[in-house]
Each structure stands twice: as structure tokens, then as C-alpha cells.
């Protein structure tokens, strides 16, 4: 995963040193590294493929907590659930001993509850002009869908709400069955249908202990093509996270 982290850094970061410069080897593409240049170019013919990489400052903005801000973000705020440490919630190996705390704080953050900002109405501005090509994003949270970007347009590479399967077998399972669960009064485990299985099902979220999103994997080949990758609250990094057990 970290070759696709070091085309980022190389591409993007060091560009930032050069005003108005994408690398060393590329000519100059913006008169300034402002963001009035970035929209003069958006703005340009020369503009065709918008890459754009989401973190959860975007979502934040909905009322939906970030991970690890301190006093605000989730992580800091799990003491109810009576978890070994924050990160368990996210765990596989815990989610498969305890499933509850997971759909607790699923309940919370279940799609239906928030509202899509004004940054994902401009993706979504972005779509209609068909200057979008690709949206990658690490946020869960599926608002990007809401706001009305097309699913083949996103990447997400924690995954999100959006499908669901169970954790043993990988049948997918029904959208409205986990909806229904996930949001009773009292929090139902839901698990696979399948007779000889019945192992539990969570969304296509990638939990610690998990492989990143097939999507994401599936994904570097396209960055070859773009032509501007402006990124959104995001340090890039967590998507590359790396944990021992």
C-alpha cells in the first residue's frame, strides 16, 4: 500500500515547493499555488480528470466526529461501551467476540441521520460538468452517494455503510434487513441467513486486522491519468495504517 502513498508524496507534496509547478519534470500548470489559481485552472480547457481525496474534515462539517480528535472525536468518547482500548470498536478480532459495541456506535453514525455538505455538493457540481474522475475518500460515511456522485465514481478505502456481508462466507446481505436491526430500539446482532453459516454480518467497513477496500488496491492505475488532485481534509495516511495483533 505505501507505493501509492510515496506517488502521492512525490507528485502533490513536493509540487507545493514550486509555485505553480506539478513535479520537476512537468511544465508549469498554475500561476500560483492559491486557490485562486487552482479554480482558474479547474476553470480551463486544460482540465479534463479531477481526482479528489476526502478525509474526515469534510464530514465533520455534517455533524459526523472524526476519529481521534481529542474531547470530540470518536475515539474519545467510547468510554460507555467498555471497550479494552478505542480502537477495539474497529477491531475484527474483538467484533467477533463482542459485535455490540460495534452496532452501538453504529447506530449513531447510520446513513439517514446526516446531511451532505456544500463539499460534496461541489463533487457532485464537478460530476455534472464531467470534469470528475475519480473521488477517493476515507470517509464511511456514504454522503458522497447521498449528495448524488455515481458509486463507479467513488473509491472509498475504508469502505462504508453502503453494503453489508457476512464476515465468514461473504454472502452480501439485504440493505434493509441490517437497516432494520441496526436502528430497533434494542440493537439486533445481524447474521448471515445462510443455514450452515449463520456467521455474523457487518458492513463492508475495513476493520483492523482486515485487508484495504479491493477498490483502493484495484485503483493505481488511474492515477496516471490526472490532470488536478486537489485533497480535502485529509492527511492521507491512516489510509495506510498499519497494526499488529
Known amino acids: 500500500m505505501h507505493s501509492l502513498y510515496d506517488w502521492w508524496n512525490r507528485t502533490f507534496r513536493n509540487s ?23 479554480a482558474k485552472y479547474m476553470k480551463s480547457d486544460s482540465c479534463r480528470n479531477v481526482f479528489l481525496m476526502l478525509g474526515a474534515g469534510v464530514s465533520t462539517s455534517a455533524g459526523i466526529p472524526d ?15 467498555n471497550l479494552p482500548f478505542p480502537e477495539a470498536v474497529f477491531e475484527i478480532g474483538f467484533f467477533k467476540k463482542n459485535p455490540i459495541p460495534f452496532y452501538t456506535l453504529a447506530k449513531e453514525l447510520y446513513p439517514g441521520r446526516f446531511r451532505p455538505t456544500l463539499t460534496h455538493s461541489f463533487i457532485t457540481l464537478l460530476h455534472s460538468h464531467s470534469l470528475l474522475h475519480t473521488c477517493f475518500t476515507q ?34 446481505f439485504d440493505a434493509e434487513k441490517i437497516k432494520k436491526a441496526v436502528l430497533s430500539e ?27 477496500c479491493l477498490s483502493l488496491t484495484k485503483s493505481y492505475g488511474v492515477a496516471n491519468c490526472w490532470s ?7 492527511s492521507l ?9
Do not use: W
Request: hydrophobic share 30%; charged share 25%; with cysteine.
Open 67 to 81: 476519529f481521534r480528535s481529542p474531547g470530540t472525536g470518536l475515539y474519545a468518547n467510547l468510554a460507555r461501551l
Open 16 to 38: 507545493m515547493t514550486k509555485p505553480g509547478y506539478t513535479t520537476d519534470q512537468h511544465p508549469r500548470i498554475l500561476e500560483g499555488n492559491d486557490l485562486e489559481a487552482l
Open 186 to 212: 434494542e440493537i439486533e446482532i445481524p447474521r448471515c441467513e445462510r443455514r450452515r453459516c449463520r456467521g455474523l454480518v457487518k458492513p463492508d467497513i475495513v476493520f483492523f486486522g482486515e485487508g484495504v
Open 139 to 172: 470517509n464511511i460515511d456514504t454522503l458522497e452517494r447521498r449528495a448524488g456522485v455515481p458509486a463507479h465514481k467513488i473509491i472509498e478505502a475504508h469502505g462504508s455503510f453502503a453494503t453489508q456481508r457476512c464476515i465468514e462466507c461473504k454472502t452480501p
Open 237 to 245: 495516511s491512516a489510509i495506510f495504517e498499519k497494526r499488529t495483533y
Open 228 to 234: 488536478s488532485f486537489p485533497t480535502s481534509s485529509t
